[in-house]
């Protein structure tokens, strides 16, 4: 089954069987020697202060490594990890991740996640924030611009929020600047452990 996910998601890309089998044998290579520390061989990070990126849309994740590498995109963990990296790997790394199936996830909080449903699947038109699911899909499966969030750790989520709403991180959508800066602290954590049960 996960062969033929790769080889499915390979054609989609345009990328030829024997080179794509290439492709992934490299990023075996990679993943076993940096990216599984933090992130897990398979993509299902056990840390909630990693992203889960089982499943992650292969361009958005080759788009965000490369932004790691020019600094577009800051992270002291993750600066290092991709100097030596070439923009292939960067493509190998996101059809592996891609092609791996992410897993279903418990919600820690159930009640606080009904509230961040309401803000996921209809925004609150009080305080002018923005539907999630207007841009990243009923289920939080995003695109190959805008991530897929279905699954992700609610801390993680919650960070990256606030990152947009600091304005330190710069290399996504400026819309999010403008919608996590109106999320309310509360919001912000329940939309968070929404989008952790999605799948």
Same mark, same amino acid.
């Given at each position: 089954m996960r062969r033929l996910r790769i080889l499915a998601t390979a054609l989609l890309l345009g990328t030829a069987p024997l080179a794509w089998a290439d492709d992934i044998k490299r990023a075996?290579?990679?993943?076993?020697?940096?990216?599984?520390?933090?992130?897990?061989?398979?993509g299902e990070s056990?840390?909630?202060v990693f992203p889960r990126l089982a499943g992650q849309h292969a361009r958005y994740i080759e788009r965000q490594l490369a932004d790691y590498k020019s600094g577009r995109r800051k992270s002291s963990a993750m600066q290092p990890m991709v100097e030596d990296?070439?923009?292939a790997d960067f493509k190998a790394l996101g059809l592996y991740f891609?092609?791996?199936k992410p897993q279903a996830h418990a919600v820690a909080d159930p009640e606080l996640a009904q509230v961040g449903?309401?803000?996921?699947? =209809?925004? !609150?038109?009080?305080?002018?924030?923005? $539907?999630?699911?207007?841009?990243?899909?009923?289920?939080?499966?995003?695109?190959?611009?805008l991530p897929r969030l279905a699954g992700q750790h609610a801390q993680y989520t919650e960070n990256q929020l606030k990152a947009f709403n600091?304005?330190? =991180?710069? !290399?996504?959508?400026?819309?999010?600047? $403008?919608i996590a800066s109106k999320l309310s602290e509360l919001e912000l954590k329940a939309v968070s452990s929404y989008i952790s049960g999605l799948d």
């Open positions: 075996e290579e990679i993943v076993q020697g940096k990216c599984f520390v933090c992130h897990g061989a398979d056990s840390s909630p990296l070439t923009p891609e092609s791996r449903r309401f803000i996921f699947v =209809r925004g !609150n038109p009080y305080s002018g924030v923005a $539907a999630c699911s207007s841009c990243h899909g009923a289920k939080g499966g995003g695109t190959e611009t600091k304005r330190e =991180r710069t !290399n996504d959508n400026a819309v999010m600047h $403008a």
